[in-house]
Structures are given as structure tokens and as C-alpha cells.
């Protein structure tokens, strides 16, 4: 069992850390055949929500767990997970600054999601600060991307200024992503091939390298 814990966390609200939680998650169990648990400490609870619809509507899967969790009590809920599944992935609220230490030490990689936008970059740097004080490891997704943006040229710019690795995969903004999840689906279950699948598809490969 890999049994190994993603922290996904972002002081900037709006970069999608649900919608890639869940994605992964699915690919995780899709491609990978792995058993993953996800933990919501977002108050906001749109985990749960998703999680909800998801169960309405008979959807669930055996091999995905859902849990809940204060930022201080998913490092104690990560490690009793740990222990029957491959992957526990913990999503995180925004604007949670040192509240975060506990998520991020219960981590084996800190994956951070960011637009490509100057205002994610600055809400970037203290996520990467606390992460590399607890000496985990870091990777960027770029997320919500506009393939054809000038600044994702800016965006590249930024993580190799900042010395920090990211995954060689950009999510573009794809309005499948969010209809997905008001059904509480994932594009991976709604759709067999697609740019969409391919991403999430591409960026599990690239974690679960990072993991190994």
C-alpha cells in the first residue's frame, strides 16, 4: 500500500482546490486502481457537498472515503487513513496562514494550485514558506489556464523564480470541470477521452512519480 498524504492548499480563494482534489482522487482510483480517502476542512464544505450529491445520486465508489476535519484535526484523521488506503488527500481553506502547519506536516507532497495571475503568485509564497520549513515537498499545478494567455509565459517565469517544481501539465479553464462536479461526478467519469481527461490523466502520473 503506497499510503502517502497530498495536502492541497492555496491562501487565495477561487483556484479550484476542490475541483482538483476530487479529480485526482478519481484518476487515483480510475487509472491507478488505488484506494484514496479526501478530507474537507473547509468550512464552506464543498467537499461535502459534492460528496452529497454524489451520494443521492448512487454514485459512490468503494475505494473513495470522505471525511471531515478541522485544519488541526486532518493531521490526526490523515494518519488513522493512512493506514487502509494509498492516498489521502486533504483539501484546505483559503486565507488559512499558520492555521496550515498541521495539514502541511501531514503531508508528503504540498500540491499547490495556481491561476496564471500575479495575484496567485503573491498568495503563493507563504503556502511554499510554511511547506518548506516543515521540509515536505512542494509542486504547482497551473490551473485554470488559458492555453493561449501571455501569462503563462509570466507563470512559468514566476515558479522558476521562486525555485519550486511544478508539473508539466497546465488544466485549461474548462467549463466540464465545474458541470461535473454539480453532478457530483468528475470529467474522468462523465467523459472516456478529452483534453480535460488527458489532463487530470497526465498530472496523477506526474504526482504519483513525485510520491514514489
Known amino acids: 500500500m503506497l499510503s502517502k498524504v497530498i495536502t492541497i492548499a492555496q491562501q487565495k480563494g477561487g483556484t479550484g482546490k476542490t475541483t482538483l482534489a476530487v479529480h485526482l482522487a478519481l484518476a487515483f482510483i480510475k487509472y491507478h486502481k488505488h484506494k484514496v480517502a479526501i478530507i474537507d476542512t473547509d468550512p464552506q464544505g464543498s467537499?461535502?457537498?459534492?460528496?452529497?450529491?454524489?451520494?443521492?445520486?448512487?454514485?459512490?465508489?468503494?475505494?473513495?472515503?470522505?471525511?471531515?476535519?478541522?485544519?488541526?484535526?486532518?493531521q490526526?484523521?490523515?494518519?488513522?487513513?493512512?493506514?487502509?488506503?494509498?492516498?489521502?488527500?486533504?483539501?484546505?481553506?483559503?486565507?488559512?496562514?499558520?492555521?496550515?502547519?498541521p495539514a502541511i506536516e501531514a503531508a508528503d507532497l504540498v500540491l499547490i494550485p495556481v491561476a496564471p495571475s500575479p495575484v496567485d503568485f503573491w498568495a503563493t509564497e507563504s503556502i511554499i514558506e510554511i511547506a518548506k520549513k516543515a521540509k515536505r515537498k512542494v509542486l504547482i499545478q497551473i490551473n485554470r489556464a488559458n492555453h493561449r494567455s501571455k501569462l503563462i509565459s509570466k507563470t512559468h517565469e514566476y515558479i522558476k523564480?521562486?525555485?519550486?517544481?511544478?508539473?508539466?501539465?497546465?488544466?485549461?479553464?474548462?467549463?466540464?470541470?465545474?458541470?461535473?462536479m454539480g453532478e457530483g461526478k468528475t470529467v474522468v467519469e462523465k467523459q472516456r477521452k478529452s483534453k480535460a481527461v488527458e489532463e487530470i490523466k497526465s498530472i496523477s502520473n506526474q504526482i504519483l512519480l513525485e510520491l514514489n
Open 76 to 101: 490526526y484523521e490523515s494518519k488513522i487513513l493512512k493506514q487502509d488506503h494509498d492516498i489521502v488527500i486533504i483539501d484546505t481553506p483559503p486565507k488559512i496562514e499558520s492555521d496550515a502547519r
Open 47 to 74: 467537499l461535502g457537498k459534492w460528496f452529497m450529491i454524489r451520494s443521492e445520486k448512487n454514485s459512490l465508489n468503494k475505494n473513495l472515503t470522505f471525511k471531515t476535519a478541522s485544519l488541526w484535526g486532518a
Open 161 to 180: 523564480s521562486i525555485n519550486v517544481k511544478s508539473t508539466d501539465t497546465l488544466i485549461g479553464h474548462r467549463q466540464i470541470f465545474v458541470a461535473s
